[in-house]
């Protein structure tokens, strides 16, 4: 009798029908949604250590950890859906001298930056505030270009990649490339919205030409590389979480009462952004 062989054939033809279904995967628009007089409102843990040398010699090392508020104020919206945008960092020094944040800068309690952004996170445009000078809105410009992602302009799935880059002329190194590359990980749940949960890794150039805090000129070119992961609700169209990882080498020179030297800095940043209020 062969009979007992039925149950394997069928077995074997429900894994074929299962092998020919393709599953359809959840498609979702990643795009920024701005409505006028809206308020966001993050918090903000950074951590930084860092190096400095002169002539290949270490002449300082630091470590600093800090929390922030950042604000996000929409002033505007135009019929394209490009918002005008104030963000607001205010540091949150904590009482108590032993408190690890109470070593950041007084002197760097708050400051603002406007921008106009389209929905796909493209920044078009930065305005000078009194908080910034011409220098820093230059550097703050090259960043945004490097470091936001901007967004396909058709919907994704899972899995999905695409990356960003920037052709840059530096001083000495030429036709340079900055290039970012970010993969839609999953689709999630977290904090009670719907993600897309996007990674990311790339390199940053950037170059600066300013005074410091003590009135030195500084020029320098700042060299990043990034790791993080952004959750972006899709249906509200905003960042709900971000963390990110940075690794930094800068070289320049500092010339301070007619004296230049020439330095090099490496170190590393952590920064976590948490969503705290959507009004």
């Not at 052709?167 to 990980?185: F, M, Q, S």
């Not at 070119?221 to 990034?226: D, F, H, R, W």
Request: proline fraction near 4%; charged fraction near 30%; hydrophobic fraction near 35%.
């Amino acid at each position: 009798m062969k009979f007992f062989k039925l149950p394997h054939i069928w077995f074997l033809a429900g894994i074929l029908i299962l092998a020919g279904c393709d599953v359809e995967k959840k498609e979702v628009r990643l795009s920024f949604k701005f409505q006028p007089n809206q308020k966001r409102q993050y918090s903000n843990e950074v951590k930084v250590s860092s190096k400095t040398y002169e002539s290949g010699k270490i002449v300082k090392t630091g470590a600093n950890a800090y929390r922030s508020v950042i604000k996000e104020d929409v002033i505007s919206v135009a019929d394209s859906g490009r918002a005008r945008i104030r963000l607001t960092d205010i540091l949150d020094i904590p009482a108590g001298k032993d408190s690890e944040f109470a070593k950041a800068d007084p002197r760097e309690e708050e400051w603002s930056l406007e921008y106009l952004m389209a929905p796909n996170g493209k920044v078009l445009e930065l305005y000078p505030s009194d908080s910034l000078n011409t220098e820093l809105v230059t550097f703050y410009k090259n960043y945004y270009e490097q470091a936001l992602p901007v967004f396909p302009e058709h919907p994704v799935t899972e899995g999905y990649s695409w990356s960003q880059s920037v052709k840059l002329i530096v001083k000495n190194e030429g036709i340079t490339r900055a290039e970012t590359t970010y993969r839609v990980r999953a689709l999630v749940r977290e904090a009670g919205y719907d993600c897309a949960v996007i990674e990311y890794k790339g390199n940053m150039i950037l170059p600066f030409r300013g005074k410091d805090k003590d009135g030195a000129l500084v020029v320098k070119l700042e060299k990043i590389n990034s790791d993080g992961k952004i959750y972006f609700a899709y249906r509200e169209g905003m960042i709900v979480r971000q963390e990110e990882t940075y690794s930094i080498e800068s070289e320049g020179t500092r010339s301070l009462n007619g004296a230049t030297k020439e330095y090099k800095e490496i170190g590393t940043r952590y920064n976590s952004l948490i969503l705290t209020a959507n009004e």
